[in-house]
């Protein structure tokens, strides 16, 4: 089982930054994909960026690129995003994800376990 904490939200003004952490642990995580996801109100759950685990292969969605970083920490078991440039539209819950399956992953059904999500508010 694969418990996975995260940390870092908050209220924001537009163009501040902010980071989150995800803190996992309960199995190995060197050959999966750590992903983190959001949901605006309203709206489906969408990919934001993931990062192979022990490789540092990244991928991030098109609306956050340039502006969102991630990374990962693996003497600590944990994955960073960096949110700078924020804008009202990143208003969400953002959710750490790890993937149930080898190699790298980006869709959302190919991640097993998730965090409890942690609220990221932008003001305009």
């Known amino acids: 089982q694969v418990q996975l904490v995260e940390s870092g939200g908050g209220l924001v003004q537009a163009g501040g930054s902010l980071r989150l952490s995800c803190t996992a642990s309960g199995r190995t995580f060197s050959s999966y994909t750590m992903g983190w996801f959001r949901q605006a109100p309203g709206k489906e759950r969408e990919f934001v960026a993931a990062i192979n685990w022990f490789g540092a292969r990244t991928n991030y969605a098109d609306s956050v690129k340039g502006r969102f970083t991630v990374s990962r920490d693996i003497a600590k078991n944990t994955v960073y995003l960096q949110m700078n440039s924020l804008k009202p539209e990143d208003t969400a819950a953002y959710y750490c994800?790890?993937?149930?399956?080898?190699?790298?992953?980006?869709?959302?059904?190919?991640?097993?376990?998730w965090g409890q999500g942690t609220q990221v508010t932008v003001s305009s």
């Open positions: 994800a790890a993937a149930s399956r080898s190699g790298f992953a980006v869709a959302e059904e190919d991640f097993g376990s």
